[in-house]
């Protein structure tokens, strides 16, 4: 195949630059994309800078990216869920074994063989790594490429593939929650996504946030109430009355505090991860029979499913559009929360 060009980085310390990959030859099972958008995660973040180096280290030359929408341009011989034309998405996963009981189960990202769109070991051997959204095009197995709807907008479609997918599988794990009280604690690029979603599910949506300037915008998203999580009072006024609350706070903070929320058999679901172990009471969980659990994005299924119903009820993300040029600022402005609530990048941008 041609080269492509994409932004990369090649090292820990270095910004991302203007760079030309190699993407692998497609396969017959395989589907090459011309990506029109590509939203920006934390985790872009963290793995151009190497944070997660204990746990999954980065290999560069980097190209980031896995919240992608695009056209399908070219399809193998052997295809047949995708043709050219297609609006289709990609999200964290490229791969897996198909075999194990996690793909079995529909729960990809549990493989032990998952290849993630980045940073993740190509067993095609045509590159060290897999390369991400931050391109012109990616060549994907075509079971891991989802169907876009047609009646939304392609920029807001692209952070559902992380961020949408992220806080809908444990909504959608933990079961009904029309008429229950659901909190939300942070109102990023998850939290907003996950105000959306239970206020579609028909839950009593409360936002927990330290920012008292972030009220307008919760409700506006469609929160009924809002706690400032530092005023004493208004916590303990809620104290035992949430049925579920999602927690998508990513730094060190008091999870006791959220645990106190919980009604009898409560539960609160993690899908922020602070780089810190958080000291849980075991009184907290033991008087009210709570629990508390973690979520990693979905499997492919799932992620059709949450786009679908995405489709019927008219949500996307809230997003600010950039042109690839702007992405180191953009990687600055993350680390200050400087955001309402995705990036997504103009991918019509690295043609110019």
């Not at 997918?165 to 959608?172: A, F, K, L, N, Q």
């Not at 602070?274 to 907290?284: E, I, N």
């Not at 029979?289 to 019927?312: N, W, Y």
């Amino acid at each position: 195949m041609d080269n492509t060009k994409a932004y990369a980085a090649n090292s820990a310390t270095s910004p991302l630059v203007a760079a030309t990959i190699a993407p692998r030859e497609p396969t017959p099972h395989d589907v090459q994309i011309d990506i029109l958008f590509c939203g920006v995660c934390h985790s872009d973040l963290h793995t151009v800078r190497d944070e997660w180096s204990s746990v999954m280290p980065t290999v560069y030359p980097c190209v980031p990216g896995h919240e992608i929408v695009g056209r399908v341009i070219r399809v193998g011989s052997a295809v047949t869920s995708h043709q050219p034309g297609d609006m289709v998405g990609v999200g964290c996963l490229v791969d897996s074994d198909h075999v194990c009981p996690s793909c079995q189960a529909h729960v990809e990202q549990f493989c032990p063989e998952a290849a993630f769109t980045y940073n993740s070991p190509d067993k095609h051997q045509t590159a060290p790594v897999t390369y991400g959204g931050y391109s012109e095009s990616i060549v994907v197995d075509e079971r891991f490429v989802l169907r876009v709807p047609s009646n939304l907008d392609l920029a807001g479609v692209a952070p559902l593939l992380c961020a949408g997918i992220t806080t809908w599988s444990p909504i959608r794990r933990w079961g009904d929650i029309k008429g229950k009280k659901v909190g939300v604690v942070g109102l990023g690029g998850l939290g907003h996504m996950g105000v959306k979603f239970a206020k579609a599910f028909g839950a009593r949506v409360v936002v927990f946030t330290t920012s008292p300037g972030k009220k307008d915008d919760a409700l506006r998203l469609g929160a009924d109430e809002v706690i400032i999580s530092t005023d004493s009072g208004q916590m303990k006024q809620h104290a035992g009355s949430f049925d579920f609350i999602l927690n998508t706070i990513a730094a060190e903070h008091d999870i006791n505090a959220y645990i106190q929320m919980l009604g009898l058999d409560g539960n609160i679901t993690l899908v922020g991860a602070p780089d810190k172990p958080l000291p849980v009471s075991a009184f907290a969980l033991l008087v009210g029979r709570k629990s508390l659990s973690g979520s990693l994005i979905g499997g492919i299924k799932e992620t059709q499913e949450m786009l679908d119903f995405c489709g019927e009820h008219n949500i996307t993300a809230d997003v600010e559009i950039i042109p690839i040029q702007q992405i180191n600022e953009a990687y600055e402005r993350l680390l200050k929360s400087d955001v309402k609530y995705r990036f997504s990048i103009d991918m019509a941008s690295l043609k110019r």
